[in-house]
């Protein structure tokens, strides 16, 4: 028999939306031509790896060397973590060694890792909400418990409502900046303000939370935004993080844990995280592209055409009279649900499907009343959809 809380997942109206969405629109493609089906479901970038990780692919396909596929220490190639460290440590203005880092299979994998490696049953998580919707089943897989908090009006950290919800189950705090779905980046006075509330807490309870930052959208930023450093705030912080978005390679499922080399525990920290990695099954990150990883990362990447992208279908949500938040980093749009649904996203994004408009319903990613749209689609299909979009409000009002 299917174990019963798994039953009652898969079963729920809410399981795996954005995946359905996105095979509903593989159908309906075939069935009225690529140019008629406008599908802002999935956030599966665009743009093809940059010409460095192309390069690394090649040159390591020529490898025909012994042992060059063979198992390494489950942390990864020495190597691999040392290049690993030191992009960790230019992005956090701090030293960090390949003792604290973990290649995982993608930033999935790495949280699963922390998270196995730190709740105990009953443990919490906090997490602002809205939130990428997976967050709950990685919690809930380890016994743990997902607190969310909802964020202020433009999507920022409440840390009041936060600090709040802090209690002696209290393991850590999840944040994602830049944000899926809404592209928010925490400044760094959010940043500030949310280390010192887990000092705070620390210092009264004699547990202080870990602060788990999950970074695959790091470097898609827009009019000069910057995404601020933890490490050289609080010292029980870790990130988690992948090359799927950044160099667009996220079918290949390469990720990485970076554990704060000042966190108390560090190094029973990473040893937890490589013995999770190992028993939850993935054993170790892809050899291959553990390797490409390593000589690409610093590829330079120009994501101006996302901003040109996010651009045009704000004009096109502007004349078709929709509110959003205007992303600041990743490539979604976080989409207000018209008056006089009642904030019925799942009923909206059911009626947008009529003029063939695949979107995400907020309830999902933990705020009823929103929808998401992925943006990292041609801006064909982005120009196309702008007759469907107005349709579509001015019908359903």
């Excluded at 690394?56 to 396909?61: D, F, G, H, K, N």
């Excluded at 009642?342 to 499907?353: I, R, S, T, V």
């Amino acid at each position: 028999m299917i174990a019963s809380h798994i039953k009652e997942i898969i079963n729920s109206k809410g399981a795996s939306v954005i995946r359905k969405m996105f095979e509903e629109g593989i159908q309906l493609k075939k069935q009225y031509g690529e140019d008629n089906v406008f599908d802002f479901s999935l956030g599966n970038p665009d743009l093809d790896p940059p010409e460095e990780v192309v390069r690394a692919i090649q040159e390591e396909a020529k490898d025909v060397s012994h042992g060059c596929h063979g198992y390494m220490p489950n942390a990864g190639y020495p190597e691999v973590r040392a290049s690993m460290a030191r992009k960790v440590s230019l992005e956090q203005g701090t030293q960090v060694s390949g003792n604290e880092i973990v290649m995982t299979v993608g930033a999935a994998s790495a949280l699963n890792c922390v998270f196995k490696s730190i709740l105990e049953p009953e443990d919490e998580v906090i997490v602002p909400a809205p939130f990428f919707a997976e967050y709950r089943h990685y919690v809930r897989n380890y016994g743990g418990k997902l607190i969310e908090v909802m964020t202020k009006d433009d999507f920022s950290p409440d840390i009041e409502a936060m600090k709040k919800q802090l209690s002696p189950k209290t393991a850590a705090v999840l944040i994602n900046t830049p944000n899926n779905p809404t592209g928010k980046i925490y400044s760094k006075e959010d940043i500030l303000a949310l280390t010192q509330m887990l000092k705070e807490h620390g210092k009264k309870t004699g547990r202080y939370p870990y602060l788990i930052c999950d970074e695959p959208y790091r470097a898609i930023v827009y009019d000069g935004a910057e995404v601020p450093s933890v490490f050289d705030k609080y010292e029980n912080s870790v990130i988690v993080t992948s090359f799927a978005k950044d160099i667009s390679i996220p079918g290949e499922r390469i990720g990485y844990i970076a554990v704060n080399p000042a966190c108390e525990d560090c190094a029973e920290f990473v040893s937890a995280c490589v013995f999770s990695l190992r028993t939850l099954g993935c054993v170790n990150a892809p050899a291959f592209f553990q390797k490409v990883a390593a000589k690409s990362w610093s590829a330079k990447v120009d994501y101006s055409s996302y901003k040109k992208r996010r651009d045009l279908l704000t004009a096109i949500l502007d004349k078709a009279g929709l509110e959003y938040s205007k992303p600041q980093g990743a490539f979604y749009l976080f989409v207000k649900v018209p008056a006089g649904w009642n904030d019925d996203d799942g009923a909206f994004c059911d009626y947008l499907k009529k003029f063939f408009i695949l979107s995400a319903p907020g309830t999902g990613f933990g705020k009823k009343g929103y929808f998401r749209l992925a943006y990292c689609v041609s801006e064909k299909t982005i120009r196309n959809s702008e007759e469907a979009f107005i349709k579509a409000v001015q019908k359903g009002e």
